[in-house]
């Protein structure tokens, strides 16, 4: 079944538009693909799908090396805001970009909220195992 790109970009667009503080999100693959992304002014998809493969990867080696398991979640925080990078299955990544003025407590319950969404989705047309 093929992925229904229609409603990723459309729950994308919603919880950027609807949520405080979020500046953007994208949907990408683990190898720095990009899916779909809600990205503020005139960042590159690509180069932010990179970026995020590389964090992730970089995660995942400190996670072993530290004995932490597998990972869940990404963060970096800058003097401009944060950077979350979550887990959405094994064939994809959910990164998140907030201001810095967000309300971590909100904005995560947001996150997860959008973040199941998202893995519906991607069940559905059989991409990801949740």
């Known amino acids: 079944m093929a992925i229904n790109l229609d ?5 994308l667009q919603n919880f950027v538009t609807s949520t405080n503080d979020i500046q953007g999100a994208a949907l990408v693959t683990p190898d720095g693909l990009p899916l779909s992304s809600s990205l503020p002014g005139k960042m590159d998809e690509e180069r932010v799908s990179a970026m ?3 964090m992730l990867s970089l995660g995942e080696r400190i996670g072993g090396e530290l004995a932490r398991g597998t990972i869940q ?3 970096v925080e ?3 805001g944060y950077s979350i990078l979550l887990s959405c299955g094994d064939d994809a990544v959910f990164l998140v970009l907030a201001a810095k003025e967000a309300k971590q407590g909100l904005m995560m319950l947001e996150v997860k909220r959008t973040l199941s969404e998202l893995k519906k989705v991607l069940m559905s047309s059989n991409l990801v195992a949740v």
């Open 52 to 54: 995020s493969a590389a």
């Open 78 to 80: 800058g003097d401009q």
């Open 7 to 11: 409603k990723i970009n459309s729950i």
């Open 73 to 75: 979640q990404i963060g």
